[in-house]
Nanobody, 125 residues
Framework: VQLQASGGGLVQAGGSLRLSCAAS?????????VGWFRQAPGKEREFVAR????????YYADFVTGRFTISKENAKNTAHLQMNSLKIEDTAVYYC??????????????????WGQGTQVTVSS
């Protein structure tokens, strides 16, 4: 099983990036939730966004609501995170996750079964 995250890079504040998470060895649509977490230097890993395979509902951390959009392409077994209006504080390594977390663990890293290797996003002034 592999979750290959890509699309990170260096961008100026106010810019955009689109992260992708390509899954192999598993089918994203068979798991309830695909999500993204991030970890900035010296900080704990934090929840960013998730999408439910069954309800198609999306959920976001308050600090990205209105700027980021999570989506899935079942045909390509890939998830995406469109990030607009990037801020310097969005600088972090971004990880995709897959699993069937219980509701109370949906925003917790350990609530997920599979994790990608991460892609670095750096936002400059």
């Amino acid at each position: 099983v592999q979750l290959q995250a890509s699309g990170g890079g260096l961008v100026q504040a106010g810019g955009s990036l689109r992260l992708s998470c390509a899954a192999s060895g598993l089918t994203l649509s068979t798991y309830d939730t695909v999500g993204w977490f991030r970890q900035a230097p010296g900080k704990e890993r934090e929840f960013v966004a998730r999408v439910s395979s069954r309800s198609k509902r999306t959920y976001y951390a308050d600090f990205v609501t209105g700027r980021f959009t999570i989506s899935k392409e079942n045909a390509k077994n890939t998830a995406h995170l469109q990030m607009n209006s990037l801020k310097i504080e969005d600088t972090a390594v971004y990880y995709c996750v897959v699993g069937n977390p219980i509701l109370s663990a949906a925003t917790m890293w350990r609530g997920y079964r599979y994790w990608g290797q991460g892609t670095q996003v750096t936002v400059s002034s």
